[in-house]
T-cell receptor
Framework: GESVGLHLPTLSVQEGDNSIINCAYS??????FIWYKQESGKGPQFIID?????DKRQGQRVTVLLNKTVKHLSLQIAATQPGDSAVYFC??????????FGPGTRLSVLP | NAGVMQNPRHLVRRRGQEARLRCSPM?????VYWYRQLPEEGLKFMVY????????ESGMPKERFSAEFPKEGPSILRIQQVVRGDSAAYFC??????????????FGEGSRLTVL
């Protein structure tokens, strides 16, 4: 389930289950969105991106959904594995502007 | 094809000293971004640069912090007269110049500054 820790909300899922991580973005003019994975002590790693002219994009085991009406982005991870345990960030950008990151969600995969 | 390279990976400074963090973007990338991250928190934008130009420094503190991306060499984030509150991980990211839309953003492994 979901819980809010001191700083980062945490999502705990059983290994093999699907995970859904949500993100509310702030700028209705943003036209490009990226999901990042950050493991402890490392830099953020690009997972998947989507542009505002799409509402869904699929990668290997991951799917990103974009709902521009409510400014909501989600990352779905199929068959979650222990190696998926990390903090996940969404980022939004408007052309020519800097990227703004969401607060992050910690995904914890239970054996 | 090397990724974004940051150095030093770890830096310890005493209060009042200067910290210089370096970032070499990926080959072919002309945009550099600096972000700051405190433990268990998200990434806070600091500055966005292109070669020899600061595009957006709205996230940079007005004092003690500066950034540059010269024509030759890496981008430098400089923190003068460091204080304990500057202790954080500083991440650099780069993206390519893509006509018409924003390019992907790739991160380095970060420089972790500890101020004693």
């Amino acid at each position: 389930g979901e819980s809010v820790g001191l700083h980062l909300p945490t999502l705990s899922v059983q290994e093999g289950d699907n995970s859904i991580i949500n993100c509310a973005y702030s700028n209705s003019a943003s036209d490009y969105f990226i999901w990042y994975k950050q493991e402890s002590g490392k830099g953020p790693q690009f997972i998947i991106d989507i542009r505002s002219n799409m509402d869904k994009r699929q990668g290997q085991r991951v799917t990103v959904l974009l709902n521009k009406t409510v400014k909501h982005l989600s990352l779905q991870i199929a068959a979650t594995q222990p190696g998926d345990s990390a903090v996940y960030f969404c980022a939004e950008a408007q052309q020519g502007q800097n990227f703004v990151f969401g607060p992050g969600t910690r995904l914890s995969v239970l054996p | 094809n090397a990724g974004v390279m940051q150095n030093p990976r770890h830096l310890v400074r005493r209060r009042g000293q200067e910290a210089r963090l370096r970032c070499s973007p990926m080959k072919g990338h002309s945009h550099v971004y600096w972000y700051r991250q405190l433990p268990e928190e998200g990434l806070k934008f600091m500055v966005y640069l292109q070669k020899e130009n600061i595009i957006d420094e709205s996230g940079m503190p007005k004092e003690r912090f500066s950034a540059e991306f010269p024509k030759e060499g890496p981008s430098i984030l400089r923190i003068q007269q460091v204080v304990r509150g500057d202790s954080a991980a500083y991440f650099c990211a780069s993206s390519p110049l893509v006509t018409g839309h924003t390019g992907e953003l790739f991160f380095g492994e970060g420089s972790r500054l500890t101020v004693l």
